[in-house]
């Protein structure tokens, strides 16, 4: 499936229309369980190709959407890319695609900070009419764990952040044929073959008109929320955000992760109190843990799924 997949992927591509504006997603497999597959920063659906063909030969139906701002996924309007009107979009699609189901999340990157969000806007009242069952989240840890152990060496990992903040840098990058996302890539995955088939993937996503800044703008509303909604929906975000989550989560990180260390982790499943959470380290791993060891991480995610 990894490299031979294209006409089966471009064949289960579809279209659906939320309140927020238009989502592309590919779906996969028939099975009774559904499983949300969410992507980060920088990257495309296909990068859960692996997990795909293995979940779906476990059963699962597999909802893989193109994240809102990336491919024909529209960023939502109102929100652009801030976490609460993101996850919003994401929740207006299940309760298309799985009203009345129970859904298993898999997210990573920014796709585990949405599982996140998930998680919050499913203890509001009156909830959606999906039901989480349990989440993994790969390469990033829960926020409020993240926030607790910020320290001078994250904060230099983490400065990318603050150059996608730049007037102008998404056309900087742009001229630079996109070497700078490479160097991310390769930065944070050191272990990852630099021609991987994927990143030429996610360099042609982010060269569709707008394709850049939309994929960034994630970043620029995470700085400074107040931008797209104002203080009180702000607050309702961090709310969402920061409240412990009593699902099961499984937390996984690569050992040569440099995009957010390890140690970073630490305390991880205390943000997701419930008995069968866990947090493993995969080891001559990096950021892209899921495309430098499928097996494991497959073997791993379906385990912790059931």
């Keep these: 499936m990894r490299q031979t997949m294209s006409g089966p992927w471009d064949a289960a591509l579809k279209r659906a229309s939320t309140r ?53 996924s529209a960023l939502p309007d109102p929100g652009g890319g801030s976490i609460l009107a993101v996850g919003r979009m994401l929740s207006d699609f299940l309760d298309q695609a799985a ?10 990157d ?11 806007l ?29 320290n001078p060496r994250q904060m ?15 056309e900087r ?33 982010l060269r569709r008109p707008h394709g850049l800044e939309q994929a960034t703008d994630y970043y620029r509303a995470l700085i400074n929320p107040l931008r797209l909604f104002g203080a009180p929906e702000a607050l309702r975000q961090l709310r969402l955000m920061f409240s412990a989550k009593p699902w099961p989560a499984l937390i996984l ?16 499943p205390h943000a997701f109190p419930h008995p069968d959470s866990a947090q493993e380290v995969l080891p001559e791993a990096g950021h892209f843990l899921h495309l430098e060891r499928p097996e494991v991480f497959n073997r791993r995610v379906l385990a912790f799924l059931g």
């Design 20 to 72: 927020s504006g238009p989502l592309a997603y590919y779906e996969f497999g028939a099975g009774d369980r559904v499983l949300l597959l969410l992507h980060g920063f920088p990257d495309t659906p296909r990068t859960f190709e692996s997990l795909v063909e293995a979940a779906s030969q476990a059963g699962y139906r597999c909802l893989v959407p193109y994240m809102p701002g990336y491919g024909d």
């Design 99 to 108: 009203a009345h189901r129970r859904v298993c999340i898999v997210g990573h």
């Design 110 to 120: 920014w796709g585990s900070i949405l599982a996140q969000m998930l998680c919050g």
């Design 122 to 150: 499913q203890q509001e009242v009156p909830p959606p009419t999906y039901r989480i069952d349990r989440v993994v989240l790969a390469s990033v840890p829960p926020l409020r764990t993240f926030l607790r152990r910020i």
């Design 156 to 170: 230099v990992r983490s400065r990318y952040m603050g150059y996608f903040q730049i007037p102008g840098v998404c």
């Design 173 to 205: 990058i742009r001229r630079d044929d996109f070497a700078y996302i490479r160097t991310l890539w390769r930065r944070w995955s050191p272990s990852l073959d630099p021609h991987h088939p994927q990143l030429d993937r996610v360099i042609d996503c």
């Design 253 to 268: 990180v690569g050992s040569e992760d440099d995009c957010i260390g390890p140690g970073m982790y630490r305390g991880g």
